[in-house]
């Protein structure tokens, strides 16, 4: 996976795919149809089983939103953000926006 500037080369590994099933906020941002926007204590107290692992990305806010074509939705976009931005509702929108976006491309 390419790398950022201050983070280790190794820190996404594993999260290109995962289960349906599993208790993520990108699985649970796909099976609600819903955004979610988190900060690292929601993460921690409604997603503890990954909460470890999400730590080693150093964020402090994350947003994970579903994409959608005609009604379905196919995928999820998951944001990482150094600050607690995720949680703004200007950012929210912003996010939701790009999202539409790239399920348009896709």
């Known amino acids: ?10 820190a996404g590994d594993g999260w290109d795919r995962y289960p349906l099933s599993a208790d993520t906020p990108g699985g649970a941002a796909i099976l609600s149809g819903q955004p979610l926007f988190l900060d690292t204590a929601d993460v921690t107290e409604q997603f503890p089983t990954v909460a470890d692992a999400m730590s080693r ?5 994350w947003a994970s939103v579903p994409l959608r074509a005609e009604g379905e939705v196919f995928g999820v976009l998951v944001f990482g953000f150094e600050d607690e931005i995720a949680t703004a ?9 790009f999202a539409t976006e790239v399920a348009g491309t896709m």
Do not use: H, L, N
């Open 1 to 10: 996976p390419p790398s950022r500037p201050g983070r280790s080369t190794g």
């Open 57 to 61: 990305f150093g964020c402090s806010s």
């Open 89 to 97: 509702p200007e950012r929210q929108s912003e996010v939701i926006s």
